[in-house]
């Protein structure tokens, strides 16, 4: 059973950081890709970073050169590193995977199959 338990969300101050993890379980990292989204209430989702099982990665342009994707095969876990935080960062941000040995870059648009409960961040003065 694939689960997907995102933490590290939290309040930050704007220029902070924060390091989201998603820790997998049911399956192996090795061939899906791992994606997080972002939700304001009231707002579409939004894809934010993927990466995919050969390790190339896709970010959206509102976080390139501010956020990270990278994993870790060995804990079967995922990061998502956000510096230089903005308030329009903040949002409930989930964890998402799916069989998928290709780019993951449509996945960011389309959505994937399998969804962790999602982690609050707060970027506030």
């Known amino acids: 059973q694939v689960q997907l338990v995102e933490s590290g969300g939290g309040l930050v101050q704007p220029g902070g950081s924060l390091r989201l993890s998603c820790a997998a379980s049911?399956?192996?990292?090795?061939?899906?890709?791992i994606g997080w989204f972002r939700q304001v209430s009231g707002k579409e989702r939004e894809g934010v970073s993927c990466?995919?099982?050969?390790?190339?990665?896709e970010y959206v342009d509102s976080v390139k050169g501010r956020f990270t994707i990278s994993r870790d095969n060995a804990k079967n876990t995922v990061y998502l590193q956000m510096n230089s935080l903005k308030p329009d960062d903040a949002a409930v941000y989930y964890c998402?995977?799916?069989?998928?040995?290709?780019?993951?870059?449509?996945?960011?648009?389309?959505?994937?199959?399998?969804w962790g409960k999602g982690t609050l961040v707060t970027v506030s003065s």
């Open positions: 990466i995919s099982s050969d390790g190339s990665t």
């Open positions: 998402a995977t799916q069989l998928w040995t290709y780019p993951c870059g449509r996945l960011l648009t389309h959505g994937m199959d399998y």
């Open positions: 049911g399956f192996t990292l090795d061939y899906y890709a």
